[in-house]
């Protein structure tokens, strides 16, 4: 089903970004009435592959919305998703100044990228890569789709958590109960069961939307210094 609404400008994104701000404290409320929940789920984010396709040539936009590029009217197809979390350091401390970046497929399993396959059907209205520094609270924010099976994969987004320009974590994260995650050979490198649910993540209705809302906080193996 295609959820992308007609019109998508960035103003509503801020708007709609306050929304899911509220979404997302709502679940870290419940997380936390509940004994030992948080201490249960700090499991260190396992490192994977960057694979083959982070940008060969980076977009002139580079911002947290890859639904709209630049000042177009235009969307991109897919189920857009508000996609958030915070990043987190081996204590459970939010992480100050760390660049988040996500790349993925389009709607159609095409990267931002001159070798992808299916490129003739890419689409133009995808960023494909977004960017968001964190505050001092570790969270960070993107609005994307809901990522797409292609031939070899589960749906999936990459993640890079760099400081200092220096890449500290490039990790994968995934649809949570997705069938084809069990083929997935990327995913099968994991062995740790604790860390292969660590990069599982619901992707859930907003409350009177056809929007999504998908949560991930990602646990750096290191406390970065002061």
């Known amino acids: 089903m295609n959820n992308t609404p007609k019109n998508f400008s960035r103003r509503s994104f801020l708007v709609s970004s306050m929304a899911v701000g509220a ?10 009435a509940r004994p030992g929940a948080f201490a249960q789920k700090l ?8 694979g083959p396709f982070y ?35 081996s ?18 399993g095409a990267y931002l990228h001159s070798g992808t396959d299916n490129k003739d059907k890419r689409d133009s209205h995808f960023q494909g890569f977004g960017r968001f ?23 999936h987004i990459h993640f890079a958590i760099k400081m200092k320009n220096e890449k500290k974590l490039v990790t994968q994260c995934y649809i949570k109960g997705h069938p084809a995650n069990a083929g997935d050979q990327v995913l099968k490198g994991i062995k740790d069961p604790k860390a292969l649910e660590s990069v599982m993540v619901n992707f859930v209705p907003m409350p009177g939307s056809d929007l999504l809302a998908a949560r991930w906080d ?9």
Do not use: M
């Open 133 to 155: 520094l964190t505050g001092s609270n570790g969270e960070y924010l993107f609005r994307t789709i809901r990522p797409v099976q292609y031939p070899g994969r589960s749906p």
């Open 43 to 50: 499991v260190q984010t396992p490192a994977q592959t960057e």
């Open 55 to 89: 940008p060969d040539k980076l977009p002139l936009d580079t911002d947290n919305d890859l639904i709209v590029i630049n000042d177009g009217i235009t969307p991109a197809v897919g189920a857009i998703t508000y996609l958030s979390g915070r990043i987190l350091d």
């Open 218 to 226: 990602v646990v750096l193996g290191f406390t970065p210094a002061a």
């Open 23 to 32: 979404v997302s404290a709502l679940v870290a409320a419940e997380a936390d």
């Open 91 to 108: 204590h459970g401390s939010p992480v100050r100044g760390a660049l988040v970046e996500i790349w993925q497929a389009d709607n159609n």
